[in-house]
């Protein structure tokens, strides 16, 4: 019989793998394995239909993967819009690729990214801050409205979500922000976003930004910051369990990214938000708190909507895109029309 591991093998295995860093899975490999999941639902993979394209790396941060899906269906007289979408925490473009084929077949071109520190795109795996991701989402907006023109809409999931949120708040050239979740992370109650109780979590933050101030790159599996286990995705298991066995997903993230997302400041106060905005709110959501998000679109000052679908889980953008993609597009129809 296999000897048991102990406690202490299983925490240097984790280091020495954080050390070295999860290397960019093979593009080849990455939509075969795709492939195999639509498959299993019994679809052809839409990851098939990006056009990849880089960013390289400048002044402004490392190389970006991005993933293009240019539109195939017919829209309303006008501009194309584009979509410029963030994924979830350490997530990548291509996790959401239904969500982005079904939007350029609605006619709206779509532009997923990794960020970086995510997927195949540049700079330390999971080493980011708030302000770092935004940075890289105000670059992708840029490349897209330099070679598509305007409008460009900004859209994000989870984390992505909050990034969407914070760039809306630098006032950014952008039609309007698609956020599935959000939240403001300097406000305390944001703290409800963690696995720890919020007592616990208040009291440990100024010693979090203290550590993280001194070893930055410590690495912190994402299973001891965010709750995965009870969110499931659909084909694959527990969102923990596909942490764990996705190569191009990072389990974890740097002391210096969750002192960040603990933490970090809007440029502007939610109440002087001025770009229109879409919040996307899945009811069966075990991460964001219903009554979080509904404060938060309280604050806003408009134009705004909010549309909540209860019967859905955290992953909706993932598992149940026609559930909503139809009202996205809606919305994007009414903001261009404008």
């Given amino acids: 019989m296999a000897e048991r591991a102990r406690p202490g093998d299983v925490v240097r295995a984790f280091w020495r793998q954080s050390q070295r860093g999860r290397q960019p899975e093979p593009r080849d490999a990455l939509l075969a394995r795709l492939d195999a999941v639509y498959a299993a639902r019994g679809q052809p993979s839409p990851a098939r239909l990006s056009a990849p394209e880089r960013l390289e790396a400048d002044e402004r941060g490392p190389a970006?993967?991005?993933?293009?899906?240019?539109?195939?269906?017919?829209?309303?007289?006008?501009?194309?819009p584009t979509v410029v979408f963030a994924p979830g925490t350490n997530a990548y473009a291509l996790l959401y690729a239904e969500l982005l084929a079904a939007l350029a077949a609605r006619g709206v071109r779509a532009i997923g990214y990794d960020p970086r520190g995510h997927g195949a795109s540049g700079g330390r795996r999971g080493s980011y801050t708030m302000d770092e991701l935004v940075d890289d989402?105000?670059?992708?907006?840029?490349?897209?409205?330099?070679?598509?023109?305007?409008?460009?809409?900004?859209?994000?999931?989870?984390?992505?979500?909050?990034?969407?949120?914070?760039?809306?708040?630098?006032?950014?050239?952008?039609?309007?922000?698609?956020?599935?979740?959000?939240?403001?992370?300097?406000d305390p109650t944001s703290l409800r976003l963690t696995r720890l109780p919020v007592s616990v979590s208040h009291a440990l933050a100024p010693t979090l930004r203290r550590v993280a101030r001194v070893l930055p790159e410590l690495p912190v599996p994402l299973t001891a910051y965010l709750d995965l286990a009870r969110e499931r995705v659909e084909g694959l298991g527990s969102a923990r369990e596909v942490i764990y066995a996705?190569?191009?997903?990072v389990p974890f993230i740097r002391l210096r990214t969750l002192a960040s997302l603990s933490s970090a400041k809007l440029a502007r106060p939610v109440e002087?938000?001025?770009?229109?905005?879409?919040?996307?709110?899945?009811?069966?959501?075990?991460?964001?708190?219903?009554?979080l998000v509904h404060d938060l679109f309280d604050r806003l000052p408009g134009p705004k909507q909010l549309r909540v679908y209860p019967d859905l889980p955290h992953y909706m953008v993932v598992d149940h895109v026609p559930r909503f993609v139809d009202d996205v597009v809606a919305w994007i129809d009414e903001i261009v029309a404008r």
């Avoid at 760039?167 to 050239?173: F, I, L, V």
């Fill in 137 to 186: 989402l105000a670059r992708v907006v840029a490349h897209a409205r330099a070679r598509h023109g305007a409008p460009v809409f900004v859209a994000g999931s989870s984390q992505g979500g909050i990034t969407a949120l914070y760039y809306a708040a630098r006032g950014g050239p952008i039609a309007g922000a698609i956020c599935h979740n959000a939240a403001d992370l300097a």
């Fill in 272 to 291: 002087a938000i001025d770009a229109p905005i879409l919040l996307l709110h899945a009811g069966r959501d075990t991460i964001f708190p219903q009554d």
């Fill in 246 to 249: 996705d190569p191009s997903v």
């Fill in 64 to 80: 970006l993967q991005l993933e293009r899906f240019e539109p195939t269906g017919a829209r309303p007289s006008g501009a194309t």
